[in-house]
């Protein structure tokens, strides 16, 4: 239990890192260009087409951090009327369950797109860097958000058996 | 086929109100589309992706940074001391500093949420300290944050201009009417409301000398920060900067200004305000990805052409359909973000808005008032809740404030961009951009 905790804390670091480094870099490039183009008249050509692997990179992997730090955006009016801390339990089991099952499927899709970008590989066009580097962050992402999601449900399960326990030693 | 269309819109509302977070709402309308649909998810897989990396997109996360660090460089610090140099002293005058100073980070965030974030925490407590209901000033300031979608560069009008392939500048240059009208209404309501406060405590009048020592100083200090919509917005009429870069560009001045000029920022804080935008960018980017592909879905399933079928059968009056067409969004600002929104419904309505002979730039001004409203309207409200945390103030004491404002000052101006194209055709017509 130490040890998945342990990899999973370590996991979670990793990801913060690297979404700092490239929330940073991706500005700095995007500047860079414009300063070649307009104070040295001689922009770099390609830049944009690196970018685009830090860019999406820096969206699944963000997505995974607001799915760890459970920072999703979500409307939120079903809960505005449940005032019962057991009826709020068994809710937040149900949308776990269900944010878990979608998005097994929609990894399922990504795992598709990722085998597919391996075999055909594809190269850019100016700079001639694999897709699959970019391509892949889809998979990886999702791959993470289901992690993520996996986590939820465990610990919500474990909340709600808690505190039917707890409820139903104090009905003895 | 339509029928699918009709359980999978019912399924995503079911989804929306179990607040599942919504990248998982519109995968799982996406997952029962692709069920049941007869859609593919390889040719949706591939095409997701390649909308993904289009540049233009990188403009939001950009503009989610800028916004991040102007609330801890003390630039918003900085805009409100200079706005309050004209009105300080005006029985209501913090009011409009609140509004005009929103406005003013709108020009420079391109989003709704930086004006509550950034001066909610300075001006609230602040406003509560001259005899202020706490409700009001909150409700004030956050309905105001909205001109942050309004005022350019706005994030919304990037995506509108992206999905219906219209000049991004122009749809920029479409909410500017709508926007300063919105200004000018707030300071009014504001004016004549503030003078039912009875215990308004107004700063001490001052030697004329002091009082203008004391402008020049804060003017002075401004500079930087009022530089910043000058930059950015020159830099994007000036054909400088494109949106994207003008929102990196907005981003990277900021640091500067906040370590060295104002001094705010240190490094620590700066970790933590990139590693939000991060989170933040990931949370908007992961939604967008399946809103788009589930937008497609229905556009692929002829589900516009069907709307503009249903609405002629039941009115071929544009009055009639245009107020139909307002609703239709303030309900979906309702129920789900303004980017969703935008993404979801703009491909959708634009064909019959056109057979309507509405010009897509007018739209752009018409989605873009009514879906900005959205942030502060029940229960997706996220300005709004994002507002009351911030001003520590119960949903009670903010609610009737903010009707007024909405009521009164807001939906009288979505009106009037809808009806008198003007507002939001001058501007575009006038750069030669509509």
């Known amino acids: 239990m130490n040890t998945t905790k342990k990899v999973l804390d370590r996991l979670i670091s990793l990801q913060n890192l690297v979404s700092i480094v490239l929330m940073s870099v991706i500005p700095l490039m995007v500047v860079f260009q414009v300063l070649l183009r307009y104070v040295f008249q001689a922009p770099l050509m390609g830049i944009e087409e690196i970018m685009l692997f830090p860019t999406i990179w820096l969206y699944m992997l963000g997505g995974a951090m607001a799915s760890q730090k459970r920072n999703h955006i979500s409307c939120g009016i079903l809960t505005l009327y449940i005032k019962k801390d057991l009826s709020m339990q068994i809710f937040n089991v149900v949308k776990c369950i269900v944010s878990f099952a979608v998005s097994i499927w929609l990894t399922y899709w990504a795992f598709w797109y990722f085998m597919y970008s391996f075999k055909t590989w594809k190269h850019s066009d100016l700079v001639g860097i694999p897709m699959f580097l970019g391509e892949s962050a889809l998979f990886i992402g999702l791959l993470l958000m289901t992690l993520y999601a996996a986590s939820d449900l465990f610990r919500d399960s474990k909340i709600l058996i808690k505190g039917r326990k707890l409820s139903g030693e104090g009905e003895k | ?434």
């Open chain 2, 1 to 434: 086929m339509l029928t699918i269309v009709l359980i999978d819109v019912i399924l995503l509302v079911f989804l929306l109100m179990l607040s599942i977070p919504l990248p998982y709402c519109f995968g799982g309308a996406l997952m029962f589309m692709a069920i049941f649909g007869d859609i593919s998810m390889k040719s949706l897989m591939l095409w997701g992706f390649n909308q993904m990396i289009s540049p233009i997109l990188l403009a939001s996360p950009l503009f989610i940074l800028a916004g991040t660090l102007m609330g801890g460089t003390g630039i918003a610090t900085n805009l409100l001391d200079f706005a309050d140099i004209f009105v300080g002293r005006v029985k209501g005058g913090i009011g409009v500093v609140a509004v005009t100073t929103c406005a003013i980070i709108g020009a420079i965030s391109g989003s709704g949420f930086t004006g509550v974030a950034a001066t909610g925490p300075i001006l609230i407590p602040r406003m509560v300290e001259q005899g202020y209901p706490r409700g009001y000033s909150t409700a004030l300031v956050t309905v105001s944050s909205v001109l942050g979608l309004l005022i350019p560069p706005s994030v919304i009008m990037i995506f509108y201009g992206w999905v219906t392939d219209t000049s991004i500048l122009a749809c920029f240059l479409s909410t500017v009417g709508p926007g300063i009208a919105i200004v000018v209404s707030f300071s009014i309501i504001n004016m004549v409301w503030a003078r039912k406060f009875p215990d308004l405590i107004l700063e001490e009048k001052m030697a004329k000398g002091e009082r203008m020592k004391r402008s020049l100083k804060r003017t002075w200090i401004a500079i930087p920060a009022l530089a910043m919509p000058f930059i950015i917005l020159g830099g994007i009429y000036g054909g400088v900067f494109t949106p994207t870069e003008a929102a990196a560009v907005a981003a990277v001045i900021s640091i500067p200004i906040g370590l060295w000029i104002y001094k705010e920022l240190k490094v620590d804080n700066f970790k933590e305000m990139v590693s939000d935008s991060a989170t933040s960018v990931g949370a908007i980017m992961t939604m967008i990805i399946f809103t788009l592909m589930l937008s497609q879905t229905y556009v692929l399933l002829r589900v516009p052409q069907a709307i503009i079928e249903l609405l002629f059968n039941i009115t071929q009056n544009k009055t009639i359909l245009l107020i139909i067409i307002n609703i239709f969004l303030f309900l979906v600002g309702m129920i789900v973000n303004d980017v969703t929104g935008m993404i979801l419904v703009a491909p959708l309505l634009l064909p019959l808005v056109l057979q309507l002979g509405i010009s897509p730039v007018h739209f752009a001004a018409i989605m873009g008032v009514n879906l900005a409203m959205g942030g502060v309207t029940p229960p997706y409200a996220s300005i709004l809740y994002l507002g009351m945390r911030i001003g520590k103030c119960e949903f009670h004491e903010i609610l009737k404030p903010t009707m007024v404002f909405l009521i009164l000052g807001y939906v009288p101006i979505v009106f009037l961009t809808t009806f008198w194209p003007a507002l939001s055709l001058y501007l575009p017509t006038l750069m030669g951009l509509a």
